[in-house]
Nanobody
Framework: QVQLVESGGGLVQAGGSLRLSCTAS????????MGWFRQAPGKERDIVAA????????TYTDSVKGRFTISRDNAKNTVYLQMNSLKPEDTAVYYC?????????????????WGLGTQVTVSS
């Protein structure tokens, strides 16, 4: 069983930065793709960024390209989301997830394990 624990959310002013962390338990962490999703009130849960196992190939949703960076430290079983130039529309609960695929996946149904989420609030 894989367990994921997110941290690093909070309240920040527009233009500020936050770094989210997600630490996973379980073996073979480095093999699998991981993703960050977000869900705002009344909206669906959508991909923010994902990273493959192995080579660490990344993909981003268009609205965060150039502002957010996903990375992973396999030695620490941790994936990060560095968020810069934050905007009020980035406000959401952010979820970390692990896929049993090795590539960077973009859809909720492609992920098998989820964290409980961390709130990010960006004030204008």
């Amino acid at each position: 069983q894989v367990q994921l624990v997110e941290s690093g959310g909070g309240l920040v002013q527009a233009g500020g930065s936050l770094r989210l962390s997600c630490t996973a338990s379980g073996r073979m962490f480095s093999t699998y793709g991981m993703g960050w999703f977000r869900q705002a009130p009344g909206k669906e849960r959508d991909i923010v960024a994902a990273i493959s196992g192995g080579a660490g190939i990344t993909t981003y949703t268009d609205s965060v390209k150039g502002r957010f960076t996903i990375s992973r430290d396999n030695a620490k079983n941790t994936v990060y989301l560095q968020m810069n130039s934050l905007k009020p529309e980035d406000t959401a609960v952010y979820y970390c997830a692990v896929s049993l695929h090795t590539t960077a996946r973009r859809y909720v149904h492609e992920y098998h394990y989820w964290g409980l989420g961390t709130q990010v609030t960006v004030s204008s």
